[in-house]
């Protein structure tokens, strides 16, 4: 190709280029994509209410779901109650809402819970507590989310929250009309049919049908949260797997952050990676809008 032509095609190209650009630019700003954040806290490490809201704006969600913590402790990662929940979707009620919580074994468990549905709350938790997750406590929980027609967020934790995953079936099956969202480690470590309890955080490639694989497969009622170092990890420890396990699982897992940082984008924001690593696993944009925005409405009443 001699210069002129060279000069000629370069030309041609980059207006093509840049023609085509603008094309899906605009695109992008006709067809934004809709993000529901479905796991946010107040006063996560002390991080103050207004910092929150710029982090929520900056990561770009439309709906963020606040969960509160019991009364005596912050679910082990220092956050506030329900109080401190309610008093922002108040004041912010077209891009907020909030479920409500209380220590599972507490004596006044279910009138504290009772009290904020009554006042606007739209599911339960996150349940992270000391118990069996087939306990009565747990039980007593799910009668009352049948009773408000909300979801329950449970924290699966070893030894630590809601023990005994491997019996978690026998709760889907008693309560078929409540909708759980799973999430945290020993959840997501259970996606991998070969998984060792108590490992956190575990490596490397994954055998499909672990307990978690099989709950979001064989109950209808059972949904993920995608949520925190858990979620991404098991979308990035074995990307083949993950890309098979959320195409599988597409009408049942749902957008979190669980993010404490204080900037809402870049590399030290969870919410942010867990985003930009979920497109590009998944290119299928009917896929990517079931996971970021779809599959929580199914399950959630947000305001019209």
């Given at each position: 190709?001699n210069?002129l032509?060279?000069?000629?095609?370069?030309i041609?190209?980059g207006?093509?280029?840049?023609?085509?650009?603008?094309s899906?630019?605009?695109?992008?700003r006709?067809?934004?994509q809709?993000?529901?954040?479905l796991?946010?806290?107040t006063?996560?490490s002390?991080r103050?209410?207004?910092?929150?809201?710029?982090?929520?704006r900056?990561?770009g969600v439309?709906?963020t779901?606040l969960?509160?913590a019991?009364r005596k402790?912050?679910l082990?990662?220092?956050?506030?109650?329900?109080k401190?929940?309610?008093?922002?979707?108040?004041?912010n009620?077209?891009n907020?809402?909030h479920?409500?919580?209380?220590?599972s074994?507490?004596?006044?468990c279910?009138?504290?819970?009772?009290t904020?549905l009554?006042?606007?709350a739209?599911?339960?938790?996150?349940q992270?507590f000391?118990?069996?997750?087939?306990?009565?406590?747990?039980e007593?929980?799910?009668?009352l989310?049948q009773?408000?027609?909300?979801?329950i967020?449970m924290h699966f934790?070893?030894?630590?929250?809601?023990?005994?995953?491997?019996r978690f079936?026998?709760?889907l099956?008693?309560?078929?009309?409540?909708n759980?969202?799973g999430?945290?480690?020993?959840?997501w470590?259970?996606?991998?049919?070969?998984?060792?309890?108590?490992?956190?955080y575990?490596?490397?490639?994954?055998?499909?049908s672990?307990i978690?694989d099989r709950?979001?497969?064989?109950y209808?009622n059972?949904y993920?949260?995608?949520?925190?170092?858990?979620?991404?990890?098991?979308?990035?420890?074995?990307?083949?797997?993950a890309?098979?396990?959320i195409?599988?699982?597409q009408?049942?897992?749902?957008?979190?952050?669980?993010?404490?940082?204080?900037?809402g984008?870049?590399?030290?924001?969870i919410?942010?990676?867990?985003i930009?690593?979920?497109?590009?696993l998944i290119?299928?944009?009917?896929?990517?809008?079931?996971v970021?925005?779809?599959?929580a409405?199914?399950?959630?009443?947000?305001?019209?």
């Amino acid at each position: 190709m001699n210069n002129l032509n060279r000069r000629k095609f370069l030309i041609t190209t980059g207006t093509t280029l840049s023609a085509s650009s603008l094309s899906v630019q605009a695109l992008g700003r006709k067809d934004k994509q809709e993000i529901i954040d479905l796991h946010q806290h107040t006063n996560y490490s002390g991080r103050n209410d207004m910092r929150l809201l710029r982090h929520q704006r900056a990561l770009g969600v439309k709906w963020t779901v606040l969960l509160p913590a019991g009364r005596k402790y912050g679910l082990g990662a220092i956050c506030g109650g329900n109080k401190s929940v309610r008093k922002i979707v108040v004041k912010n009620p077209n891009n907020y809402v909030h479920f409500a919580n209380e220590i599972s074994d507490h004596p006044e468990c279910i009138k504290t819970i009772e009290t904020y549905l009554k006042k606007g709350a739209i599911g339960i938790g996150e349940q992270k507590f000391r118990v069996n997750c087939d306990s009565k406590h747990i039980e007593r929980i799910s009668e009352l989310a049948q009773e408000y027609d909300v979801p329950i967020l449970m924290h699966f934790e070893h030894e630590n929250y809601n023990t005994g995953i491997e019996r978690f079936h026998k709760i889907l099956k008693k309560f078929p009309k409540v909708n759980f969202i799973g999430h945290a480690q020993t959840w997501w470590g259970n996606i991998d049919k070969n998984h060792q309890q108590t490992v956190m955080y575990p490596k490397g490639k994954v055998m499909p049908s672990g307990i978690s694989d099989r709950l979001l497969q064989d109950y209808p009622n059972m949904y993920g949260d995608l949520s925190a170092n858990s979620g991404q990890n098991a979308l990035i420890r074995d990307e083949a797997h993950a890309v098979d396990f959320i195409k599988r699982n597409q009408d049942k897992l749902i957008y979190g952050s669980d993010c404490n940082d204080l900037i809402g984008r870049g590399p030290s924001c969870i919410g942010a990676r867990t985003i930009e690593i979920i497109r590009r696993l998944i290119s299928d944009r009917t896929i990517q809008d079931k996971v970021f925005s779809k599959n929580a409405r199914r399950i959630i009443r947000f305001p019209k």
